[in-house]
């Protein structure tokens, strides 16, 4: 009986628990922001996967043509910073000073300033 009742309880909680997060929103190629819960927000790939090094604490984020960005805080452990992926091959530049993390931004083409958003309203993205 107390076992049933523990099995129970543990699917209540499980299904309970799979509607807690939102659902990511669009980004280019099908990368996507994750909000799990108030403090953790967090880019993910295709698979569902976080990007390595980003940690689950997003500020800001925003996107153009293949290229998603924005800026991290640390209260994760996470790396803090400003972020530039290339969501055609992965490739991410973490842990940027605002400064460098212009000058990239630049040199790919990105129009300045940049449009960043909130992680709870859906990402600008442009193609």
Do not use: H
Request: net charge positive.
């Amino acid at each position: 009986m107390k076992a049933t009742i523990a099995i129970a309880t543990i699917i209540v909680f499980a299904a309970l628990m799979a509607g807690c997060g939102r659902k990511a929103d669009p980004l280019p190629n099908e990368y996507g922001v994750f909000v799990a819960s108030r403090s953790q927000k967090f880019v993910v790939d295709s698979k569902g996967g976080g990007i390595p090094g980003l940690g689950m604490d997003l500020r800001e984020v925003g996107s153009y043509n293949e290229f998603i960005f924005g800026r991290m805080g640390a209260a994760d452990g996470g790396a803090a910073g400003f972020f530039l992926l290339n969501s055609s091959n992965g490739q991410a530049q973490i842990s940027l000073s605002e400064d460098a993390w212009i000058k990239e931004l630049k040199a790919v083409g990105i129009p300045m300033p940049p449009e960043r958003l909130d992680p709870y309203k859906k990402p600008p993205t442009r193609r």
